[in-house]
């Protein structure tokens, strides 16, 4: 038993190199398996080239990158960025007074909230796509609903249009960005709201000066979270969008599963790997620019 | 009410614990993985089969082809028996994922039609055996049209723009194109290629969806008033709903067949085999054929067929629309690569 105390206090305290390898060493591990090795591979395979019925032939070549930069592609991927940039948009629009709330108002009602906000994500994605396509369609429950209401006198095409896209897309991304937005809003010592009432501030001048500010890390975080996915997003483009709205995700996914051409397909995913990172990167030279102008 | 007593407790809870163990001993009486289309099979086949031979199986169900081949490719195992359209079986072939049949094994194989004994994309029938056929044209829904569609140019019809479906793949899409503009399946020049596209992405401004699993919801709901559809699909629906009709353009179209075929590396070659010599009984054929509505390439099903769908032209084609049917071209590896780029290019440009 001392033997494992020991053990354990030369691991927690230790400041040898050694120790703190061993304690992420499970992180590390999970790290190599599943982030280095799968993008090794397949930064590896989208140098190879296709050969016959989809199989892939191991012979150097850059020729998938010159055939993914044919600006032919190039509207796809401004398609993408601004469906993306719309759902963020959005999502903070919602998210923002949804955490606000949860996190000064909710009082005895918060647990629930919170849970009601995590349900849909328990749900699989494709219930919840099915249960749009319900909702939306012409003789959908939204529609029926409209016109009894008489606020419509014809079904409204919703289906396969930007708009039940980017509804979609919100749905599914929102909680990224309620979470980290509600957690840095309860970071924020109360004793600093009350300090600037009590100095004379008011209600708009108390969120504007002290609570926007500090929530800040949260919404940057909140939109990295929410933006990064729908950069990926296949599924709900091709559920609840049409022909126009084909993103950059349909065309890598198309690769893979319909057009047998793997090594394209890689090659397409590095190079929104490489505008993603390159993005983050400029990101954190602006956020280190602030801090230190700060 | 007894009290549950704690000797009640721990023979509940070993039972508990024994039941999945008891669940594995049974599965391991002969069993046999089979991989289809969905709602490709009748109601009763699969129980009737076990109930005769002993023999589980473990069904599973694809929605796409060409995913169904990605999932194979990158090496899925444990499906003894799958389904290949024409198409895909020298694609199958050719990535080895299928075994040939062993010669004279398959009792009932006289049962097929003579066309279908030597079809043009496996002669010899050695990789494939005809489960079911049918044919691409327009499911379409009469109270939304005022005219029913007898042309291929009524899905590039601007008046029923935004109500339009094509099915999503590159073999009926391609083919269709290469149909209207007077080119056969095996071309390949740059030119014809470049009309193709220059058709394809015409069209794509008044399609609401390309689709192959859901473009029958958006027909019944009257969100789509004409899709570029599957036979079946279409008369499936139009059984209980008499809306929905399906017509094979006067363009004419194509016929595919779906064809069970021997996954390689199976470790259970034997009930396979004993499935597909079930699957081919006319009783059985028929059954299944009455159910989804595709026609049955098998002889020996006609006698059990529904009378209604023997009689049905839309299934089993008259001779005047048999004559614009064709089979599908076999594509050399080149040749499917140009096809899907096409397509690829057509959904980018959209």
């Avoid at chain 1, 105390?5 to 305290?13: D, G, K, N, Q």
């Avoid at chain 2, 969100?223 to 139009?238: F, H, I, N, R, T």
């Amino acid at each position: 038993m001392t033997r494992l105390r020991e053990i354990l206090r030369w691991a927690i305290r230790g400041r040898s190199p050694a120790a703190s390898h061993l304690l992420i060493a499970p992180t590390s591990l999970w790290l190599t398996l599943f982030l280095i090795v799968p993008v090794a591979w397949l930064l590896a395979l989208s140098l190879t080239q296709r050969g016959p019925y989809g199989s892939v032939v191991w012979s150097l070549s850059w020729e998938n990158f010159s055939r993914a930069l044919n600006p032919k592609y190039l509207p796809i991927l401004l398609r993408t960025l601004g469906y993306a940039s719309a759902t963020t948009f959005l999502a903070l629009i919602l998210g923002f007074p949804t955490a606000y709330y949860l996190s000064f108002f909710a009082g005895r009602r918060r647990e629930t909230l919170m849970i009601l906000l995590m349900i849909p994500f328990w749900t699989s994605c494709l219930v919840a796509i099915y249960s749009w396509i319900i909702i939306l369609g012409r003789e959908g429950l939204l529609n029926s609903l409209l016109l009894r209401l008489g606020l419509v006198q014809a079904p409204l095409s919703m289906l396969n249009t930007p708009f039940s896209v980017v509804l979609g897309m919100v749905y599914f991304y929102i909680p990224f960005m309620i979470l980290p937005v509600f957690s840095s809003l309860e970071k924020i010592p109360r004793a600093l709201i009350e300090a600037s009432y009590d100095l004379g501030a008011g209600t708009l001048a108390t969120f504007l000066k002290v609570t926007l500010p500090l929530s800040l890390p949260g919404v940057f975080a909140g939109c990295l979270l929410t933006f990064i996915p729908c950069m990926g997003d296949f599924l709900t483009a091709d559920f609840l969008g049409g022909p126009r709205t084909y993103l950059i995700g349909n065309l890598i996914q198309s690769q893979f599963l319909m057009a047998q051409d793997w090594p394209f397909g890689a090659a397409l995913t590095c190079l929104l790997l490489l505008v993603m990172l390159s993005g983050l990167y400029a990101y954190q030279r602006l956020e280190l620019k602030e801090i230190e102008r700060a | 009410m007894s009290r549950l007593t704690r000797r009640d407790f721990l023979r509940l809870a070993v039972a508990a614990a024994a039941w999945p163990l008891a669940a594995c001993g049974k599965n391991q009486g002969p069993s046999v993985n089979f991989f289809n289309w969905s709602k490709y099979i009748g109601p009763d086949t699969l129980p009737s089969f076990t109930r005769e031979t002993g023999i589980a199986v473990n069904y599973e169900e694809f929605a796409d082809e060409e995913e169904m081949f990605a999932k194979l490719r990158s090496g899925a195992r444990g499906y003894d028996l799958l389904i290949g359209t024409d198409y895909m079986i020298s694609r199958l072939k050719g990535s080895n994922l299928i075994d040939p049949y062993p010669p004279g094994v398959l009792m009932s194989l006289g049962n097929l039609e003579a066309k279908f004994r030597a079809p043009p994309y496996d002669p010899e029938l050695a990789f494939s055996v005809p489960y079911l056929w049918g044919t691409t044209g327009i499911g379409y829904n009469k109270a939304k049209l005022p005219k029913v569609p007898s042309s291929w140019l009524d899905l590039w019809d601007p008046r029923h723009q935004g109500k339009l479906s094509m099915l999503d793949n590159a073999r009926d899409c391609v083919s269709v194109a290469l149909l209207l503009k007077g080119f056969p399946e095996t071309e390949t020049s740059p030119e014809a290629f470049r009309q193709v596209k220059e058709l394809l992405i015409s069209q794509s401004p008044l399609i609401k969806q390309y689709s192959s699993t859901t473009y029958m919801d958006g027909l019944v709901a009257g969100e789509l008033y004409l899709a570029m559809a599957w036979s079946g699909d279409v008369l499936q629906v139009a059984r209980e709903n008499p809306d929905i009709d399906y017509v094979i353009p006067k363009e004419g179209s194509y016929l595919w067949v779906d064809n069970l075929c021997l996954a390689r590396g199976s470790g259970h070659r034997e009930e396979a085999l004993r499935l597909v010599d079930f699957l081919l009984r006319g009783d059985v054929a028929a059954g299944i054929a009455n159910t989804v509505r595709y026609a049955s390439p098998n002889a020996a099903a006609k006698a059990h067929l529904d009378k209604d769908l023997l009689k049905d032209p839309r299934v089993f084609p008259d001779a005047a629309t048999a004559s614009r049917l064709r089979f599908h071209a076999v594509l050399d590896a080149e040749a499917s690569q140009l096809w899907n780029e096409t397509w690829s290019d057509v959904k980018v440009a959209a």
